[in-house]
T-cell receptor
Framework: KQEVTQIPAALSVPEGENLVLNCSFT??????LQWFRQDPGKGLTSLLL?????REQTSGRLNASLDKSSGRSTLYIAASQPGDSATYLC?????????????FGKGTLLTVNP | GAGVSQSPRYKVAKRGQDVALRCDPI?????LFWYQQALGQGPEFLTY????????KSGLPSDRFFAERPEGSVSTLKIQRTQQEDSAVYLC?????????????FGDGTRLSIL
């Protein structure tokens, strides 16, 4: 069974700082790894999806990497802004017949202070 | 709108009542998922549909939970004889194809409170 852990549980930074959110998973046979953002009282917004054959994906100020051998993924946010404040969740799926089934971490609550 | 729509946004029920939660996926999306999110936790998988076929219901907590998608579009999650431990946010997601390298698009969820 895939287990996903996110560290830290909460992070507070001043505006403009670059930051890294960490995600670790127990099963290296990961099919894909997704990063999501969740605002209070809202659903999840997909940020980046990294397939098992890829090592990283970039979108604007966001960069996500995947290291299957070490069971880790990181989300790098450059030049953070107050609007980046949200909970960030990573989720992984395994290969085989259940590659659609996402296992989520508990998330990192990010606060970017003006 | 173009996103996943869920209704109602909030539902309060007394223990023992039946509830029905609705999900309208993005038009044309083949895959539909239901998740349960407890306070302070990540979402947990409940069930998966490919068109009208329920291919995986391994995450449903008990036989009180039932989901359907009869015409391959709108889906309903039904909970019978609700218990207090059923209180959570229920999220619906859809994706374009039935393979795992497509991002899942989530609705805003239904917050269910059982008194």
């Amino acid at each position: 069974k895939q287990e996903v852990t996110q560290i830290p549980a909460a992070l507070s930074v001043p505006e403009g700082e670059n930051l890294v959110l960490n995600c670790s998973f127990t099963d290296s046979a990961i099919y894909n790894l997704q990063w999501f953002r969740q605002d209070p009282g809202k659903g999840l917004t997909s940020l980046l999806l990294i397939q098992s054959s890829q090592r990283e994906q970039t979108s604007g100020r966001l960069n996500a990497s995947l290291d299957k051998s070490s069971g880790r993924s990181t989300l790098y946010i450059a030049a953070s802004q107050p609007g980046d404040s949200a909970t960030y969740l990573c989720a992984g799926s395994l290969g085989g017949g259940s590659n659609y089934k996402l296992t989520f971490g508990k998330g990192t609550l990010l606060t970017v202070n003006p | 709108g173009a996103g996943v729509s869920q209704s109602p946004r909030y539902k309060v029920a007394k223990r023992g009542q039946d509830v029905a939660l609705r999900c309208d996926p993005i038009s044309g999306h083949v895959s539909l998922f239901w998740y349960q999110q407890a306070l302070g936790q990540g979402p947990e998988f409940l069930t998966y549909f490919q068109n009208e076929a329920q291919l995986d219901k391994s995450g449903l907590p008990s036989d009180r939970f039932f989901a359907e998608r009869p015409e391959g579009s709108v889906s309903t999650l039904k909970i019978q004889r609700t218990q207090q431990e059923d209180s959570a946010v229920y999220l619906c997601a859809s994706s374009l194809w039935d393979i795992g390298n497509q991002p899942q698009h989530f609705g805003d969820g239904t917050r269910l409170s059982i008194l």
